[in-house]
Every structure is written in structure tokens, then in C-alpha cells.
């Protein structure tokens, strides 16, 4: 069955928000996620939606949510019973959709770097250090780190996310509370890299973000995808130079290419590279799960 991208969406119940993927309505006591096809880059949604990339975000978070029993998240299912007031909206919900737990996230993004890539390479090159952090001289691009480093950032639904210190996110988040989420990151990670990397895809880096319900800490938005990791196929690896990747960075990297300011509105994407971002996203799940995407 072929069902069209999906770019906007309004249902018959409360929006919450829409972001830049993730449209979020009010069920009451839990929270519909809907994923679309939109896709963003330099903090700019391009007015071309990648087909199939919504259904590969949420079944992709959905694989890892059930993997990672040792830490608990937000996802109660992807296979629900519509309220009958959503009926009429199966075929535009099946397959990108989740039921969630409400939480109050953090005020903190989680991003964990195994590789030296993105912000991070160009913090090393002007202060050798990461979010503060010193790293050994000598390094490349694409070097793997002598360990994976915690590198929080401030969250920003407007402009570019700041990456902070670890002092300064203890003090945003209190430090039991900034210890415990950074372990879970690094435990997250630690767990989908081991597995990834048995498929032959190296987890450069990620991001989580953690919410709280009745003092714990879970998990919530989305897991080890394309969108909030650097993915790098394994045999192709090298280091001083940009890896190719199973995510949108070759969506940035096409825009890199163009007399674009990086400010709205963002130039359309060519169908070449709408076709390739979207097989990159699929092949990344297919790999990554050993299944075919649902649709």
C-alpha cells in the first residue's frame, strides 16, 4: 500500500504542539505521538518531506524502546486501538504513530559522541576540548574518542541548541538528577553502539532526552535514529574526512553546496536527493532491526 508523506496533520482532539517531525495531541491520560515526514536541517523545515522517514523514526524508537529494558521510557504502544473519533485516520496513522506516557521533560538535551564529528570537531580545532572537556592532541575528523564523552546542550524550540559544561548542567538540572540522566545516556549508548556496530553501523553520536513522572527518570521523544544520530556505515570509515551516512546529514551536505544563508525559508531539496535520504533512512532500519519497515 502506498500512502503519501505525511507533512502536517490536525485530528479531531487537542494539539499540543507540532515541532519540527512530531505532531503531539492530548489523549487524556497519555499523549499521541505522530511522526511525519517533515525533515529539518540547520534549524529550518525544508518544505520537501522525505517519504517513508516518519514510519522509520517511530518504528526505529519503538525497536529500542523494547531493547533497552534496563532503562525505563515513555512508550506504552504502536499497535493501539484508535479512539472511534480517530478512525477515519488509520491509514495516515498507521505505522508513524505512539502511544506515550505524559512526563515533564528536561530542560537539558543528552548528547553522547563517540567520534569526533559535527560541533564537536570544530570545538576541538579552535580549544582541543569538548563542551569543555580536553581530548588528546592529534585527533581527526571522524577519530574515535578514547571514550564516549556525555556533551549536554541547552534545548531550543527557536535557534541553535548551546552545548554547556557539566557544571552548568548540574546547575540546570541539580546534580542528582544531571548524574542520573547522564548515566542512562551513556548506558543507552554503550548498548545500541555494541549493537549497531554487529549490523556495520558505527553510532558517531546522539542525543536522548528524559523526562520525570513522580521522580523518575525516563526516557521519552525518540531512540538511536537518523535524525538524533550520526550514523556511519562501517566499511566505508575513515578518518579526516566526513563519513557517508545513513542520516540527513547528506541532505546537509547537499545544502552546504548552495548560496543558502541557513535562515527561513530553506531551499527545496532535488528528487535525487529526496530518494537517497529516503533510502538511507530505510536501509538504516532494515539493518539496524533485521526487519522491513511496516507500513
Not at 55 to 83: C, E, G, K, Y
Not at 96 to 102: D, E, G, I, N, Q
Not at 137 to 145: C, F, I, R, V, Y
Request: glycine share 6%.
Amino acid at each position: 500500500m502506498h500512502v503519501p508523506p505525511l507533512t502536517s496533520l490536525d485530528l479531531p482532539i487537542p494539539k499540543l504542539r507540532s515541532g519540527k517531525v512530531r505532531e503531539v495531541f492530548d489523549l487524556g491520560e497519555t499523549l499521541l505521538f505522530v511522526v511525519t515526514d517533515r525533515i529539518s536541517a540547520f534549524d529550518c523545515i525544508l518544505p520537501n518531506p522525505i517519504p517513508d522517514k516518519g514510519a522509520v523514526l517511530n518504528q526505529l524508537s519503538a525497536f529500542w524502546f523494547q531493547r533497552f529494558t534496563f532503562t525505563p521510557n515513555h512508550m506504552i504502544a504502536v499497535r493501539f486501538d484508535l479512539p472511534e473519533k480517530l478512525a477515519s485516520f488509520r491509514e495516515q496513522l498507521a505505522g508513524r504513530s505512539m502511544l506515550v506516557r505524559k512526563t515533564e521533560p528536561l530542560p537539558v538535551e543528552c548528547v553522547v559522541r563517540g567520534y569526533l564529528a559535527g560541533s564537536g570537531w570544530k570545538e576541538y580545532q579552535e580549544s582541543g576540548t569538548i563542551c569543555g572537556q580536553k581530548l588528546p592532541a592529534g585527533l581527526e575528523l571522524g577519530s574515535q574518542l578514547p571514550e564516549p564523552l556525555f556533551t549536554p546542550s541547552t534545548k531550543s524550540d527557536a535557534g541553535h541548541d548551546q552545548n554547556i559544561d557539566w557544571d552548568e548542567c548540574c546547575r540546570i538540572l541539580g546534580q542528582k538528577t544531571a548524574e542520573k540522566a547522564r548515566d542512562a545516556s551513556l548506558q543507552i549508548y554503550s548498548a545500541g553502539s555494541e549493537h549497531a556496530a554487529a549490523r556495520g553501523i558505527i553510532v558517531a553520536d546522539t542525543k536522548f532526552e528524559f523526562g520525570t513522572v513522580d521522580g523518575e527518570l525516563i526516557l521519552i521523544d525518540e531512540c538511536l535514529t537518523p535524525d538524533s544520530s550520526r550514523f556511519w556505515p562501517a566499511d566505508s570509515y575513515v578518518t579526516g574526512q566526513s563519513p557517508p551516512s545513513y542520516d540527513k546529514q547528506f541532505v546537509r551536505d547537499y545544502l552546504e553546496t548552495l548560496a543558502w544563508d541557513k535562515t527561513p525559508p530553506a531551499p527545496p531539496l532535488p528528487a535525487e536527493v529526496i530518494a537517497k535520504t529516503s533510502a538511507k533512512y530505510r536501509e538504516a532500519f532494515v539493518r539496524l532491526t533485521g526487519t522491513e519497515l511496516g507500513l
